[in-house]
């Protein structure tokens, strides 16, 4: 009689000797890597680059006299970081807060930022040919921010949202209320 140590070893040796491969699309150097969400109805994704995290909502303490898509400082391990409602920078439509809500941690120059999202999609991978021009993806206040999209196997147009550029813009940097 075999011993239950002797069985899991066995398991171990036969799941390792079928292991499966990736196919030759997910580990090309040409792919594009990034985190893709969702803000209202548009299918973002950025670069893994410009994300530093993704964590869940923290508590917020609101800043008096900030521009209303500020929603205020949230502390991280320590470290406070403003959380913006980036729907509501964008789109002028508040975040609808959800149980499990998380946000995307970016790094701006004097300090990282949490975005507000509406869902969470993770990673995602595009090919070169599966480059699209930005055409409606960058319509309204998105144009700015959105250069090129990509069309995804899963059959959504993805829009490649800088965070890069947001993190530069004058408008997104003086949230004191006017």
Known sequence: ???AFDILADYERRSLAHKVQLPAREMSPDMWRGVGYRIGDRRLVSD?????EIVPMPPVT?????????????????NLFP???????????????????RVLIMRQQGGDVALTIDELYGQRGFMPDQRIA?????????????EYGFHGEDGHDWAVFSLS????????RQAAAA
Request: glycine letters at 14%.
């Open 1 to 3: 009689m075999r011993s």
């Open 48 to 52: 893994f680059r410009e994300v530093v």
């Open 62 to 78: 609101p800043v008096p006299g900030a521009q209303p898509w500020l929603l205020g400082v949230g502390n991280l391990r320590g």
């Open 83 to 101: 959380v913006v409602d980036l729907k509501l920078f964008l789109q002028g439509e508040r975040t609808e807060f959800q149980e499990g809500q």
């Open 134 to 146: 930005a055409g409606d993806l960058a319509a309204g206040r998105f144009g700015h921010f959105v």
């Open 165 to 172: 550029v947001l993190s530069r813009t004058p408008e997104f």
